[in-house]
């Protein structure tokens, strides 16, 4: 007996205590028990290679990534658990040819595979072991039921893991046939599969794909069968530079007439496959090519118009700079303007001897023009007949100075800049003066307001070194407490606006 013969004895025996699981697939719709959708038909010959993206709609990934290189072609690779990536044709071929250039993964538990299945559950299969670098498995099933006498490993020069080699199965209605690198591998014979009975023989679709059958998780034949425990530490990876698919068959989908699930059952629509006008429609080219596709006199309209959209740009940005610079330029001069006024007023604040932190006036802000001015309180309230006209304050009117103005009450000011009131002894403080009493009227004696609460007033500018007048209210011992006490001019004994006998002196 050859080595050969022998290893092939021994997988035999190996199989009939090993559980195979990679019969155990599933189907979306079974034709053995209910009527189902139509397969789409593959329909001609075609070769993809996987140094890039296959063609739109022709292949679906699931469970991981797949990366493709010019170089490797497809990696499918599994760096955690429950990674399982794999390629599944959207397309099925009813009985034909396909080449696999494949370079299996290692690492124990780790399984490589390329599968055909149909929606019966036929099946053919290729499976690579990472715990075993020198021998391939090869396997059917047939309407999904398990046989543990099926699977048969043969010898692979040169390895499994260290390059690529070119896995072939050809099938027809008769028989099914495996091949190595051209060279012919094993045969089955549709005869001898429980005289066809368990024959693979309906459409298949094709999968590649890796997955971990020595997972902690799987069950302990399953285990067993892959080789061992599978320990994630590193990643493993598959790979496939391309595949050739035949497809004896031409037509535009394949359907189950009955529930038998034998290849006369099939059915075959005429029309055009949708996979063949999927490989045939041109992929979306990048920019870059699309690019290389323009005439030159194209590119150079693109060029000038581009050049003129800058040129444009440039001077906008140009004359949106000089703007913002000119206007920096006067807010900066009018800032410099405004710093100089304020240093030459508290420059004069200084010569005169008086703290500008104390210039604070009831009811408005200070401002520079206003230091010399008074303000005047109307005995009577505007528009009565013994006060003044009723009317608006124009701050910018010619008789801004005159005009009535609504200022705030602060009494806090007022006892802070006032003195005593009138009546009561003691120093005047703050340069603090008596007021005069204004009247009315030339005809009429002064009047001094009932003691009710103070009703709102106008306070109007009097000009320079007007007198300040005061809003008299009940005091101890007399009225007129000062809300802000200012110079009053000097005025003769029994002058109308001399002090009454009780004011403050």
Sequence with gaps: MTARSFLTVAAVLLSTVVYPVAGQLTTDCNPLNRTCPADPAFGTTHTFYFNATPPTDTFNTTAGTVDYNVDTGAAFTISKKGESPTLISNFYFFFGRTEVHLKAAP??????????SSDVLDEVDWEFFGGNTTHVSTNYFGKGEPDFHNALYHPVDGGVQAD?????CVWTKDQ?????????TRTLLATDANNTLN???????????IWAGGDPDQPQG????AGGVTDYAEPYTMYVKSALVEDY????????GDHTGTWQSIKIASGNSTAVENINKQPEKSLSEKWNDLPSSTKNGVYAAAG????????????????????????AALLAQRQEQERVELERFRREGRDPDALAFDGTEYKGAMATSAYAIPDSPPGSSAGPPEKAWDPTGPGAATAAMPLLRDDAMSQRVGGPAPGLDGPQRNNSFPSPIHTQSSNQPPQIPATSPISPVNRTFSPSNASMRMSPGPQAGGYGSPRINSPAPAHGPGSPA????????
Excluded: C
């Design 199 to 209: 024959y693979p023989q309906t459409p298949m679709k094709l999968s590649l794909g």
């Design 308 to 331: 003129g959209v800058g040129a444009i740009a440039l001077i906008a940005l140009v004359v949106f700079g000089l703007r913002q610079r000119r206007r920096g330029k006067k807010e």
């Design 176 to 184: 099914l046939e495996w091949y190595i690198d051209s060279q012919h």
């Design 249 to 256: 068959s031409t037509g535009k989908e394949y359907s189950y």
């Design 164 to 168: 690529y080699h070119n896995y072939t």
């Design 222 to 225: 399953t285990i067993e069968w």
């Design 498 to 505: 001399s002090p009454r006998p009780g004011y403050g002196r």
């Design 107 to 116: 690492g124990t538990g780790i399984i490589s595979s390329i599968v055909w």
